[in-house]
């Protein structure tokens, strides 16, 4: 019988069509979650359970959701993120930021929302800002709203890719916290504009995309809480105030918006080093 933290033990034949359509090996994604590859085996053939922490951080390596392994979703095993190739699992380099390739009227609501708010901007302002008219605005975008839903579906994409890249270069739970932290603070200082509206504006959502982005914003702490577990168990660390250390970790780096600037003293990079520091002094392991 499941525990309440876990999930049907049906959620076997899915993940494994997710792992193959990803191309990796059952000892290879076992290594990647910190179980063995029995235990694995035994979660595919349903012969166990999988807690949900666990299955959030599998859709990530696997590159798929978590509702398409618990089959609330359709569509195919693996749902490739922006930058990220499942076939062979590779990925664009984490640290890089290239441009931003998006629309006119997307890249105008965007400078729109950090300028004025999500309720000071209007559809007008925002076709203005693009060089369109209104109705060539509306023919794009249905509401501002859908404008909104666009940019955090842009964030929690781009943080879902950059942080699964990250922690596939590492071989160690502190390896794997030090490249998340480093992740989340290269995207929170190169892409503030966009981190800076997923900081706050998740209010001005509806409940039903409110609901869906915030579950999205979950699962990265749940990948960063794991990678922390795993890391104090390697120092012989006690785990007592383990969640509260990581949300404190994650909190210092989506609060970085609120101050960063590109020319200011400190580069991202030098940034991601510091948090990367830091995280480790709080959870007192060593670099």
Known sequence: MNSPNNV???????????RVSAGLSLR???RRIAVS????????????????TRLRILATELGTTMP?????????????????????G???????????DIDPVLAAAIAAFVETGYHGATMRS??????????????????????????LDLTMDELHWRVGAARRGADTGRDRVTRVV?????????????????????????PANRQRITASRNEIQHILDLDIDTALAENDRTAENARAAGRAIATMCTALPQWFRLDGPATPEQIATDYADFALGLLDIRR
């Open 90 to 100: 590779t990925a664009r380099a984490w640290r890089e930021f290239p441009r931003l």
């Open 37 to 52: 590859p029995a235990t694995l085996s035994a979660i595919e053939t349903g012969k166990t359970g999988v807690s949900v």
């Open 182 to 206: 480093e992740a989340l603070a290269l995207f929170h200082t190169h892409r503030r504009e966009l981190a800076f509206i997923g900081a706050s504006e998740m209010r001005s959502l509806n």
């Open 126 to 151: 925002i076709a203005r800002r693009a060089g369109m008219s209104v109705p060539g605005v509306y023919h794009h975008y249905r509401d501002k709203q859908e404008l909104l839903v666009r940019a």
């Open 68 to 88: 398409w392994l618990i089959g609330e979703s359709p569509g195919p095993a693996a749902v490739r993120r922006p930058g990220a190739d499942p076939v062979d």
């Open 28 to 30: 290879e994604t076992a």
């Open 8 to 18: 049907p033990i049906d959620v076997g034949p899915r993940l494994r069509a997710a």
